[in-house]
């Protein structure tokens, strides 16, 4: 979902040059390889993934890291001093810090509806330490890990896992809105092959009430050809206001197939979902916000499939070339267990 570029500037930290944890949220990697090993799923889990395309109440962060990341969050959302009104896209110059100019995107209200309000916004680990730490914490790559191998062809149990790219996603009090139907794949289709991973993590409570995710299960077997290949569903409403826009591309088997249930995630805690796992979240109507970090991963061996920028702002990476930039960093490999 890139569709604004901020004007990029040399003048501030950018903290894609740093390959490895500041060490603001948990420290240093660790050296002993029982520390990653702690960390893989069950066997359970890694079927329940396979069967249904997603995993959820995974415990990923500590409270107190949570309301770290929460205290952080506040820089970025502007509907939360109240200081402008958040009903816009591509409005990154209304935030008051300098390091705006490195985000990829960002949007106070993607819906641009005053009543259905959804901040989303990526880039945000070049400015943050925090968010920046965050993508390398063990306890998100090594299930991420194991997940990417449950589905890939080498049959592996582990592989390599680089970071694709980050997102927040908030929904104000009252007037929070709904994400519509999607499958993620439909927005990365400038990478190949498809071995991608998302973790969406909460760090407030969600409930059906608030807007909590929800997925599909066995959706992330819903695919269309695509120049000879299998590729993902084509995208139906990237502002997010038509919860249901997506049926108008499924088949009849899908429709009847289309049994989304709730994830109810708990503070801390991630859902883990394949990149054709179609999933939504409604509007949140409670006095509280509701806010997450997602972070999107790929195998190692990832490849551009486009002569564009892959993400706003960054250097061309050429049709056929390795994703092995600075903006792409290696985050768990076996080797280290």
Not at 42 to 58: I, P, R
Not at 94 to 119: G, R
Not at 181 to 196: C, L
Not at 226 to 248: A, H, Q, Y
Request: charged letters at 20%; aromatic letters at 10%; hydrophobic letters at 30%.
């Amino acid at each position: 979902m890139t569709t604004n570029i901020p004007v990029q500037s040399t003048n501030v930290s950018d903290l894609s040059y740093i390959s490895k944890p500041i060490g603001d949220l948990f420290g240093e990697l660790p050296v002993n390889p029982d520390k990653y090993t702690r960390c893989l799923l069950s066997e359970d889990q890694v079927g329940f993934y396979k069967a249904n395309g997603y995993l959820t109440q995974v415990r990923v962060l500590t409270d107190e890291q949570c309301n770290r990341i929460l205290d952080e969050y506040q820089r970025f959302l502007l509907w939360n001093n109240n200081k402008e009104n958040s009903s816009g896209k591509n409005d990154a110059h209304l935030l008051d810090f300098p390091e705006k100019s490195l985000l990829y995107e960002y949007h106070s209200n993607q819906s641009e509806d005053p009543n259905q309000v959804v901040t989303h916004m990526l880039g945000h680990w070049r400015v943050s330490p925090l968010f920046h730490d965050l993508l390398f914490m063990p306890t998100i790559t090594v299930p991420t890990s194991q997940l990417l191998a449950a589905l890939h062809p080498s049959q592996q149990t582990l592989l390599p896992v680089q970071f694709w790219h980050d997102q927040l996603f908030a929904k104000p009090a009252h007037q929070g809105g709904q994400v519509a139907w999607h499958q993620d794949y439909s927005y990365w289709t400038r990478t190949t092959p498809m071995q991608h991973l998302t973790v969406h993590i909460a760090l407030d409570d969600q409930t059906e009430e608030n807007g909590t995710v929800h997925y599909v299960p066995g959706s992330h077997r819903w695919y269309r050809n695509r120049d000879g290949k299998e590729g993902p569903l084509p995208i139906t409403d990237i502002d997010f206001k038509d919860m249901d826009s997506i049926k108008k591309v499924l088949t009849e088997e899908e429709i009847q197939q289309f049994q989304p249930l709730p994830s109810l995630l708990k503070k801390g805690h991630a859902s883990f979902h394949h990149p054709l796992t179609v999933h939504g979240s409604h509007p949140n109507r409670t006095s509280e916000p509701r806010r997450s970090a997602v972070l999107n991963y790929f195998a190692e061996g990832t490849r551009s499939d486009t002569d564009e920028p892959l993400l706003n702002g960054i250097p061309t990476i050429a049709r056929g070339e390795l994703l092995n930039s600075r903006f792409f960093p290696l985050v768990f490999d076996p080797k280290w267990i």
